[in-house]
């Protein structure tokens, strides 16, 4: 695959060989390669355009690679060139008077200006009485039925000159000399006849008939077929489109052989010989001061691990950067590796300060990422830090105070200190959802016991807990659930210690869940409104228990044994709550 340099290369080389089409593809196919915006190349591209007498595609390229580099002399000569082509002689002065503010030693700049004013001060010369001549609207439909100007009105370009003396009369004077139809014309539009015999004028003629008129050896006659031509007279300004040449091409050595150290710089970086990389990132640097090349050198300082070096690099880049008005995301780019450098010397304040500067030249994803990456981790080293178990337990046995007394905001801020100083400790959790559901703040307390249970997946207390507060939110089957687990755990771990409060909740979450707004509710009514329940419906629905319904009618002591499942008895109870099953 061919590179933004080698098409460069091969476009300059076009240019040297006045092949400009090739050239503006060559440069063309050099900006789509490049990674990055490159003003050298719109400048080449745009003196390709100026020598095709494109001046509207050599101004915006002028434009863009002053746009990109505002500080570059020569781009503003381009744009100067560009201007002068165009006729706008104003913005052609500024802009070559701009170029010199730059570098006042820059020759193109100033002859491009002694042109520009030169071309100025012809303009203020009076038109010769040209210019009123000019302004009639039929002029060109006159020549054009004027049997002397009839043929030569057919040429397009011809017409386009004529009229572009309407708003340059001046210019008429100079192709006089340059094209003998313009004679012809000037003559048809004076009512004269250049047919005529010169002594039909008043003419004497000398030595055997030779008109009075003669040339000099140095002059040729006014309207010669030698004069008949649209060449460009390179030492006359000529304001218009296809008449004003482009500024020669000027080929950047020091960006090309800067790129080139860069080149080699970037095949050693890959070879992991990062001092001789750096001596050449060094060179290119030298050779022409952009940024991109302190930016590479810092790299391989990173690589290397001299990451203080990388730092004093970097600083440069982005102080250089600024005085250079380099492009905002190569900046971001500088800022963006101080922050990597300053993470691996561990500061990371430091770090996040210049991932944000990063951020704020240029927004990208990475950055970002390692942003919000490097928060969290700042946040959790914080909590690390204030991890003291002498101190939780203090905070524990605060908390154990206050809620005694029933100061339950001061026992949730206690036990809000003890989860910091102590946050693998389950108990610091359980006790705050206490806290918290004396305050009413159930949502909360059933938070706090889910991560009491995530510490500790055998901590009975705090499924208590959060089924209690489940049955206070109404969310009667989600505690039934809890309560299913602990009981399970009770036994696993406490040998059913707390079987009795847990069964307790258990008839409560199954009372209430089912609690009808009817206390004289029907049989019917009642069953009516127990289907609606999703896990009523599903009992009833299942063939087992459909089964084991029937066989209970028949038999009911069939349905003692059924009971010892535990499955079948969570169901049965479910049942019974709901009223489909009734017990005398």
Known sequence: MTSAEEYKKEGNAAFVAKDFKRAVE??????????????????????????????????????????????????HNRLGAAHFGLGNLDEAEESYKKALELDATNKAAKDGLEQVQAAQQRRQQPDLGFGQMFQDPNLIEKLKNNPKTAEMMKDPQLVAKVLQFRNNPQLMSQELLKDSRMMTIMAALLGIDLSMDPSDLGGTPKDGGEPATTTSSNEKPVGSSSENSSSVNTNTEAPGKTQTPPEPMEVDLDREN??????????????????EAIAKYEEAWNLQKDITYLNNRAAAEYEKGDYNSAIKTLNEAVEQGRELRADYKVIAKSFARLGNAYYKLDEVKKAVEYYEKSLTEHRTPDVL???????????????????????????????????????????????????????????????????????????????????????????????????????????YSAAIETLDVARTKDAEVNNGSSIREIDQLYVKATQQRFQPANTNESPEETYARAVKDPEVASILQDPVMQSILAQAQQNPAALQEHMKNPEVFKKMQTLIAAGIIRTR
Request: glycine share 4%; charged share 35%.
């Open 26 to 75: 060559l440069f063309t196919n050099a900006i789509q390669e490049s990674e990055e915006p490159n003003h050298v190349l719109y400048s080449n591209r745009s003196g390709a355009y100026a020598s095709l007498k494109k001046f509207d595609e050599a101004l915006s390229d002028a434009t863009e690679c002053v746009k990109i580099k505002a500080d570059w002399s020569k781009g």
């Open 258 to 275: 800067a790129e080139k150290a860069k080149a080699e710089g970037n095949q050693l970086y890959k070879q992991r010989k990062f001092d």
């Open 369 to 475: 990422n390692k942003l919000r990456n490097l928060e969290r981790e700042i946040k959790k080293r914080e909590a690390e830090a204030y991890i003291d178990p002498e101190k939780a337990e203090k905070a524990r046995l605060d908390g154990k105070e206050y809620f005694t007394k029933g100061d339950w905001p001061s026992a949730v801020k206690a036990y809000s200190e003890m989860i910091m100083r102590a946050p693998h400790d389950a108990r610091g959790y359980s006790n705050r959802a206490a806290a918290l559901s004396k305050l009413m703040s159930f949502p909360d307390a059933i938070k706090d016991c889910d991560k009491a249970i995530e510490i500790d997946p055998s901590f009975v207390r705090a499924y208590i807990r959060k089924a209690t507060a489940q049955i206070a939110v109404q969310e």
